[in-house]
């Protein structure tokens, strides 16, 4: 096969149309071309409102490659090299006691599955519940304000990242990325994730493709426990034997020398847990700020120079800017045509966050707009004393919403006028339990307020119309990374040995595919220490 790259054509165009470019492109006929399989596909909207894909294409051909080759001189062309693929090397024998992972999100799922393929039967441990009765336990909390502090948008099956946009880019370049691509497809997700440049999945179709993923663990001999939660881990000599776990009013103990611990950035009574047990943990640096809604009709004029364009979804963006105070300011989690989540984990703290359906179709476009955080502002040298921080806000945002889980929101123009808001504007807010118009300066750092006024004007001259004044901001995001980083050595182990720190919560990842990739590794690590 012949690999093409850059090949630049309109959007809209049909799957002939694209052969013939090709063709075009290598100098030969479109009946040249016997088979096309795309390898990768973005959308270049510099020259709006002409929009064009760029694709990278493997092309199967009648004749000489070579020749092709040859006669087309092309510099984007050459012969097709597909990556290598990936396989889990079998144990030889079983441990001696099984790995015990603790959290059902991305890090544990790939981690638990990669062990449970090369025959170590793994035991997962997720304090939540599965996705089905996960999506039911967020909608009684939308319907009586009850919060489950064990099963919410934080806790269960997928992790935080299943009530997401379900983004699937990363800045990592890890080979390991196409094999949990892969593992997804085969899981029930659109193939389109294995070749779109930013690929995603959205919140209707992730709990059921985790749940597969679950399916497949057990089939290849592991075990998933819900509603499983660690409350202590067992140690001899700094060595992990063993962990307690509380499920359904019981209190069982595991022994294991094995705990690939990957719960999310939100375990905060774990990560509790571990300073006591003397793990090393240090201080982080993490962001604060706010989710701000805008009509999705404007981010799509500004990046696409239309309203709404044929053969492309709703628009998004991504915005940075770093200021003279040394802060930076960026968009995060960005959601085209999503909706604002209620977040909370914790009773007495409001948490909000982004979420989009594959679709993305719904009114608003939303994104977290955040602030650095680093540990110099936490006010204490405690390792644990970021999530304090986050706390200090997150209880504030509760007291300003109305102390029922109501969010506190102000209009952005309202904000960078510093006047509280009385009533929102022509954007209708999409947090489930509501929001009140007030002022977000009482429940965000001044640091976070004044860089974030100095960044909006920055941020409209790049998306125009961010700056709308009927813009909804409400507050507050601080869950975007952990606070806290469990420190691990080489081969991946805390100072409490056997005990493997993993993923987004462990401080090792930043999103869906580095925590799984994250997972992964950890899990190829564990299998290998058995080699050596």
């Not at 100098?27 to 990278?56: E, H, M, W």
């Not at 719904?362 to 999530?387: C, K, Q, R, W, Y």
């Not at 007030?438 to 001044?446: M, V």
């Amino acid at each position: 096969m012949i690999e093409l790259k850059n090949l630049k054509v309109p959007v809209g165009i049909s799957s002939e149309e694209l052969r013939a470019a090709a063709a075009k492109k290598l100098r030969c006929r479109p009946a040249d071309i016997t088979g096309v399989q795309i390898l990768k596909r973005s959308t270049d909207a510099r020259k709006k409102p002409n929009l064009y894909f760029v694709y990278a294409l493997a092309l199967a051909v009648t004749g000489d490659e070579q020749a092709i080759l040859h006669r087309a001189k092309c510099p984007d062309a050459g012969i097709y090299v597909p990556a290598p693929g990936f396989s889990v090397q079998k144990l030889t024998k079983p441990f001696s006691r099984r790995p015990v992972v603790c959290g059902a999100g991305p890090a544990g799922l790939f981690a638990a599955l990669t062990l449970a393929e090369a025959g170590a039967a793994p035991i997962v441990l997720e304090r939540g519940m599965d996705a089905e009765s996960r999506v039911a336990a967020i909608r009684r909390f939308h319907e009586t304000r009850q919060l489950d502090p064990e099963c919410n948008i934080q806790f269960g099956e997928g992790g935080a990242g299943t009530f997401s946009d379900g983004k699937l880019t990363t800045n990592i370049h890890d080979p390991r990325c196409a094999h949990v691509l892969q593992l997804f497809v085969e899981a029930g997700a659109p193939e389109e994730i294995l070749w779109l440049a930013k690929p995603h999945i959205g919140t209707d179709l992730l709990p059921g493709i985790i749940a597969n993923l679950r399916r497949r663990i057990e089939r290849c001999g592991g075990e998933v426990w819900f509603g499983a939660k660690l409350t202590d881990i067992a140690l001899s000599g700094g060595q992990v034997i063993g962990v307690t776990v509380e499920k359904g009013g019981r209190t069982i103990e595991l022994d294991t020398d094995r705990l690939v611990l990957a719960a999310g950035h939100s375990a905060r009574e774990l990560f509790a847990l571990l300073h006591r047990k003397g793990a090393h943990l240090e201080q982080k640096p993490f962001s604060i700020g706010v989710r701000i809604e805008h009509p999705q009709t404007i981010v799509n004029l500004s990046q696409y120079g239309a309203e709404k364009v044929a053969g492309l979804g709703a628009a998004d963006y991504k915005l940075a800017c770093h200021l003279d105070s040394g802060r930076s300011v960026y968009t995060f989690c960005m959601c085209p045509g999503g909706e604002v989540v209620t977040a909370a984990s914790e009773a007495g703290g409001v948490v909000v966050n982004g979420m989009s359906r594959f679709a993305r179709d719904g009114e608003n476009a939303n994104s977290a707009m955040l602030v650095n955080v680093t540990p110099e502002d936490f006010g204490s040298s405690h390792p644990l004393a970021g999530i304090a921080f986050q706390r200090t806000y997150e209880q504030a945002a509760y007291a300003l919403g109305g102390r029922n889980f109501t969010a506190p929101a102000q209009l952005l123009g309202d904000f960078l006028q510093g006047v509280p808001s009385s009533a929102m504007g022509s954007v209708r807010p999409s947090y489930a339990l509501g929001v009140t118009p007030t002022d977000l300066t009482r429940c965000l750092p001044e640091f976070a307020v004044t860089s974030m006024r100095q960044a909006v004007p920055l941020f409209d001259r790049k998306l125009h119309g961010f700056a709308m004044p009927d813009a909804v901001m409400t507050g507050v995001e601080t869950r975007s990374s952990s606070p806290v980083r469990i420190v691990r050595g080489e081969d991946l182990q805390s100072n409490l040995r056997g005990l493997y720190p993993c993923g987004e919560g462990a401080g090792y990842a930043g999103g869906i595919m580095s925590a799984a990739v994250d997972g992964i590794r950890v899990a190829q690590e564990i299998l290998a220490q058995e080699t050596r």
